[in-house]
C-alpha cells in the first residue's frame, strides 16, 4: 500500500524554526515533494528532493533520507504568512506522474 | 509569471447533472493532470494526459469522469452522472515535461458542490 504520515496540526512563534517531519511507504520511490498550501487556494510548490542530503533554498529547507523512508521541510524566521498547510507528495515510481499527498500539516504562526 | 487557470471558481450542480470543469494549462506544457480534494481530506490524484491521450488514471477515475483537450489550450474534466460524493475541490495542474522531478504547477482549483 502507499502510506505518507505527516503530524496534522503546528504551532510556533514568529521568528522561530519549525521542522514538519514525513514519513511514507510506498511501492515505489523517484522523488518526494513540498507543497505550500494556503486555506481554500491551490498548492504551490517549494521543494523536491530525489537524492538523500539537504537542499536549501532561502528560508526553507528540504530533508530525505531514502533508507528511513523520511523527509522533513525547515522552516526559518517564520512570518505570519507562513501559516498554511505543507503537503509531503511522493512519487512513487519512474514510470508514473502521479504524486501521492499526505493529509497535509497545518501550521499556525503566532506573534 | 505564467499560472494555470481554472473556470469557474465555483460550480453548484444537482445530483445527476452533467458538469465540465476547465482548465487552460501553462502554455509550453505538455503534461496535464486532474487532482480532487474533499474538504478536510487529502489531495488525491485522478488523472494524467499527454499527447491527447490519457497516460495514467486512478480507481476514482471510473466511467463516470472523461478528459478532454479540445483544442490548443483548453484541457477539461467532465463528470457525467454528479454523485453527492464528488463534491470536492477540484485542481488541474501541469508540468513541462513528464514528472516527476519537474514541478507540478497548480491551478487556483474549481470548488463543485453536489446537492
Known amino acids: 500500500g502507499q502510506n505518507i504520515d505527516q503530524p496534522t496540526e503546528m504551532t510556533a512563534t514568529e521568528g522561530a524554526i519549525v521542522q514538519i517531519n514525513c514519513t511514507y511507504q510506498t511501492s515505489g520511490f523517484n522523488g518526494l515533494f513540498w507543497y505550500q498550501q494556503h486555506a481554500g487556494e491551490a498548492p504551490t510548490f517549494l521543494s523536491y528532493?530525489?537524492?538523500?542530503g539537504l537542499e536549501e533554498k532561502g528560508r526553507f529547507s528540504s530533508f530525505l533520507s531514502r533508507s528511513k523512508g523520511y523527509s522533513y521541510l525547515l522552516l526559518k524566521e517564520l512570518q505570519m504568512k507562513d501559516s498554511a498547510s505543507y503537503l509531503c507528495?511522493?512519487?512513487?515510481?519512474?514510470?508514473?506522474?502521479?504524486?501521492?499527498f499526505g493529509t497535509g500539516t497545518r501550521l499556525q504562526v503566532f506573534p | 509569471e505564467p499560472e494555470v487557470t481554472q473556470t469557474p471558481s465555483h460550480q453548484v450542480t444537482q445530483m445527476g447533472q452533467e458538469v465540465i470543469l476547465r482548465c487552460v494549462p501553462i502554455s509550453n506544457h505538455l503534461y496535464f493532470y486532474w487532482y480532487r480534494q474533499i474538504l478536510g481530506q487529502k489531495v488525491e490524484f485522478l488523472v494524467s494526459?499527454?499527447?491527447?491521450?490519457?497516460?495514467?488514471k486512478s480507481e476514482i477515475f471510473d466511467d463516470q469522469f472523461s478528459v478532454e483537450r479540445p483544442d490548443g489550450s483548453n484541457f477539461t474534466l467532465k463528470i457525467r452522472s454528479t454523485k453527492l460524493e464528488d463534491s470536492a475541490m477540484y485542481f488541474c495542474?501541469?508540468?513541462?515535461?513528464?514528472?516527476?522531478?519537474?514541478?507540478?504547477?497548480f491551478g487556483p482549483g474549481t470548488r463543485l458542490t453536489v446537492t
Open positions: 507528495a511522493v512519487s512513487p515510481s519512474y514510470n508514473t506522474d502521479k504524486l501521492i
Open positions: 494526459f499527454y499527447n491527447n491521450e490519457i497516460s495514467e
Open positions: 495542474a501541469s508540468s513541462e515535461v513528464e514528472a516527476p522531478g519537474d514541478e507540478q504547477y
Open positions: 528532493n530525489v537524492l538523500d
